[in-house]
């Protein structure tokens, strides 16, 4: 079994920055993460996802620029640094999982999930 645990969401102001974090238990060795996010009234919708050799980090349009995932498999965590945030990207973001070293931007596609982390961005 896996938990995930994500961290570092809060409020900001437009244009800050702002990193938020996820730290899995249990056993990840050769596993995918993603991150995900779901405003009011929307859809979850994938943000990055980053392969288990810390590659192949696939981003939506939205953030393509603006966010970087990366990976510490020795702390069994990942990071999602947001920059030049907009109102736009206030939502819950939340961290998944997935048993296959390869990447997906399908939320199907991932296992386990977190209790997701708020991150608001004012005007």
């Known amino acids: 079994q896996v938990q995930l645990v994500e961290s570092g969401g809060g409020l900001v102001q437009a244009g800050d920055s702002l990193r938020v974090s996820c730290t899995a238990s249990?056993?990840?060795?050769?596993?995918?993460m993603g991150w995900f996010r779901q405003a009011p009234g929307k859809e979850r919708e994938f943000v990055a996802a980053?392969?288990?050799?810390?590659?192949?980090?696939p981003y939506a349009d939205a953030v393509k620029g603006r966010f970087t995932i990366s990976r510490d498999n020795a702390k069994n965590t990942v990071y999602l640094q947001m920059n030049s945030l907009i109102p736009e990207d206030t939502a819950v973001y939340y961290c998944?999982?997935?048993?296959?070293?390869?990447?997906?931007?399908?939320?199907?596609?991932?296992?386990?999930w977190g209790q997701g982390t708020q991150v608001t961005v004012s005007s």
């Open positions: 998944a999982a997935r048993s296959s070293v390869a990447t997906s931007t399908s939320s199907i596609n991932y296992n386990y």
């Open positions: 249990g056993r990840t060795f050769n596993y995918a």
């Open positions: 980053i392969n288990w050799y810390g590659g192949t980090t």
